[in-house]
């Protein structure tokens, strides 16, 4: 049961309004929001978040069997973030796998209890949108059940545009061929000012927005994610996040928000100072608060460790990816906690337990398939 947030009111009045909203399930604002970073200290905004989570959900944690599948870190962008365009620039250590081979992993996975295969990666020339319905089409014909969560809307936009196929008429065909879900990578920060610093020729925010509506309309489901923690303000985070509600708004398909803690190592923004323990929590708690009709929030381990994963599920977070093999390299490249991260369902489960939550495996779209 959520505890009590009335005792808050008395010991930090300043928060007066924006608990009441909180008890009253009225949705804070931007200014509200900004509050809230400014001024909100740690634990207060932990009680709050904490509340609004188990009130949600109780103790449950969530946490799927996936595994994944980067196609290739050679990408045609030059975000400064990302270790791979630099890798690209230089020419070194490119990878491109085959339909075989990722079939092949795909069948590496034969007799395994995963539920979905998650598919990302670099935005190369040579892989268009009909090499990946061929791709999605024999995974469905060898696996028929796996859930294929697949490619950015920065990806999705690439292939479109090369292919001259208008979002709608790119999105059936993915769908038709067996895409059933995207992730959320490739938001970063919506802010055009931001964007044009940090990864100037991707799509941009608008086109990131349309493409998941365009999904939406199409009954698929998809995550968000926020790459915070480098040049952006607080009031860039929020800008960020409220497109993101007021979209969720329109079309409710949004499953999970996943803020991704900016990494600085051996990339072009290395020289920016990683925020700290504290700042990623208060961050957590805030995204809780605010994207107030985003079921889940959740905390990707293999980027921030294990034990701190385990803090931010008192901090707002519910549900904790990369359980079985996660071989992303795009953040172990970043300088990630996790260099190797791979974690049995038993070990997920004891992360769990150990911080007296309740451990619960998940399919892609949140129905139960086990309660330990
Ligand atoms: O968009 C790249 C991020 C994202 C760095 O939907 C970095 O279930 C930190 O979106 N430091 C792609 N982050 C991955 C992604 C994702 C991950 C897990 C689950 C889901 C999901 C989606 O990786 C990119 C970018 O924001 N990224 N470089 C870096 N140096
Ligand atoms: Fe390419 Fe994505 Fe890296 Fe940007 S973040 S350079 S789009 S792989």
């Not at 040579?126 to 697949?150: C, N, Q, S, T, W």
């Not at 292919?163 to 999105?171: N, P, Q, S, T, V």
Request: hydrophobic fraction near 35%; include cysteine.
């Amino acid at each position: 049961m959520a505890g009590d947030l009335s005792i808050l009111v008395q010991t930090s009045p300043h928060l007066k309004n924006i608990v009441q909203k909180i008890i009253d399930r009225v949705r804070i604002s931007p200014e509200e929001g900004l509050y809230l970073f400014e001024k909100g200290t740690l634990a207060e905004l932990g009680t709050m978040a904490n509340f609004i989570r188990e009130r949600a959900h109780g103790d449950i944690t969530y946490f799927n069997r996936n595994f994944h599948i980067e196609p290739t870190n050679v990408c045609v962008f030059s975000c400064k973030f990302c270790s791979y365009s630099k890798l690209y620039a230089k020419r070194e250590e490119g990878w491109e796998l085959s339909i075989d081979e990722m079939l092949d992993k795909v069948k590496s996975y034969d007799g395994q209890p995963i539920t979905e295969v998650h598919i990302v990666g670099g935005v190369h020339p040579k892989m268009d949108i009909y090499f990946f319905e061929e791709l999605i089409k024999k995974i469905k014909a060898h696996r028929p059940g796996l859930h294929v969560k697949g490619f950015t809307a920065v990806e999705l936009d690439y292939m479109f545009r090369k292919a001259k196929l208008g979002r709608m008429e790119g999105m059936t065909l993915l769908h038709n061929a067996g895409l059933d879900s995207l992730p959320g990578g490739g938001a970063e920060i919506f802010d055009k000012d931001i964007r044009e610093k940090i990864c100037a020729d991707k799509v941009d925010a608008e086109g990131w927005l349309d493409i998941h509506a365009t999904a939406h309309k199409l009954g698929m489901h998809s995550n968000a994610t926020m790459l915070y923690g480098h040049v952006e303000s607080y009031a860039h985070r929020i800008d960020h996040m409220e497109r993101l509600r007021s979209l969720q708004d329109e079309t409710k398909g949004f499953n999970t928000f996943i803020p991704l803690k900016f990494r600085n190592f051996d990339n072009e923004m290395s020289h920016i100072p990683e925020v700290s323990s504290i700042e990623d929590m208060k961050l957590y708690a805030i995204a809780r608060i605010y994207m107030d009709n985003f079921p889940h929030i959740k905390a990707y381990w293999p980027m921030l460790g294990r034990e701190q994963a385990q803090l931010t599920l008192s901090f707002g977070v519910n549900d904790l990816d990369g359980t079985i093999d996660d071989s992303t390299k795009i953040y172990s490249m970043a300088g990630s906690e996790e260099q190797n991260p791979s974690l049995s369902t038993e070990e997920l489960v004891t992360l769990i337990k150990q911080v007296g939550r309740k451990p619960v495996e998940r399919d892609t779209l949140y129905h139960v398939i086990k309660e330990y």
